[in-house]
């Protein structure tokens, strides 16, 4: 059974671009959430996606968005970057999170941003 | 207030001992969930053990038990027989009432080296 597969591992840009990163699901779940982790700051939540629907938000500006298509693959966006937006973006998928239920993490898409 | 706690920046372990990783944690919520994830250099999270504040025995998951203590608010997290392949960050996460889905409340990690 294939896991969370997230792309571009890697990717640098620069200060004031976009960035789009995507998220492939494990076949079946139907909620995706998306964390930051930084050196600094940790691990924080972005947002989670169920059923092509924002479930749960976290404390970001705008700038951070997402979305989820029919087949649960989800994409995030970044607007207008910022230095600090430079960390490691975690995608985690899940049947259902209501419950009991663990997330399965990608390997994550690692941003720089110069 | 930090809503989880892990006091041990890091920690070293022989191999093959056992070694227990703190976590505290700070909610009023009576439903809640707690989650132990192991990240190695690679960076993907790899799920360990959960314990729901409900349940009545500690979780254990192969060489992986939580040693939950409700009244103190601890989960702590017990490797047995540490292996070489257990160095990595570990991190305590909670999800703060079932209906809060994916969000987990991470701590700050503690990076366990295994000594041979």
């Known amino acids: 059974k294939a896991g969370v597969t997230q792309t571009p591992r890697y990717l640098i840009k620069t200060r004031g671009q976009q960035v789009t990163l995507s998220c492939s699901p494990i076949?079946?779940?139907?909620?995706v959430s998306w964390y930051q982790q930084t050196p600094g700051q940790g691990l924080q939540f972005l947002f989670e996606y169920f059923s092509e629907t924002q479930r749960n938000k976290g404390n970001f500006p705008g700038r951070f968005s997402g979305r989820q298509f029919s087949n649960s693959r989800s994409e995030m966006n970044v607007s207008t970057l910022e230095l600090g937006d430079s960390a490691l973006y975690l995608c985690?998928?899940?049947?259902?999170?209501?419950?009991?239920?663990?997330?399965?993490f990608g390997e994550g898409s690692r941003l720089t941003v110069l | 207030a930090q809503k989880i706690t892990q006091t041990q920046p890091g920690m070293f372990v022989q191999e093959k001992e056992a070694v227990t990783l703190d976590c505290t944690y700070d909610t009023s919520d009576p439903s809640y969930g707690l989650f132990w994830y192991k990240q190695p250099s690679s960076g993907e999270m790899i799920f360990l053990i959960y314990q729901g504040s409900y349940d009545q025995q500690n979780a254990t998951e192969g060489r992986y038990s939580l040693n939950f203590q409700k009244a103190r608010k601890s989960a702590n997290l017990v490797i047995s027989a540490s292996q070489l392949g257990d160095s990595a960050m570990y991190f305590c996460a909670m999800r703060e009432a079932y209906n809060q889905g994916g969000k987990l409340i991470f701590g700050q990690g503690t990076e366990l080296s295994v000594k041979p």
């Open positions: 985690a998928s899940s049947l259902d999170t209501r419950r009991t239920g663990e997330l399965f």
């Open positions: 076949s079946g779940h139907r909620s």
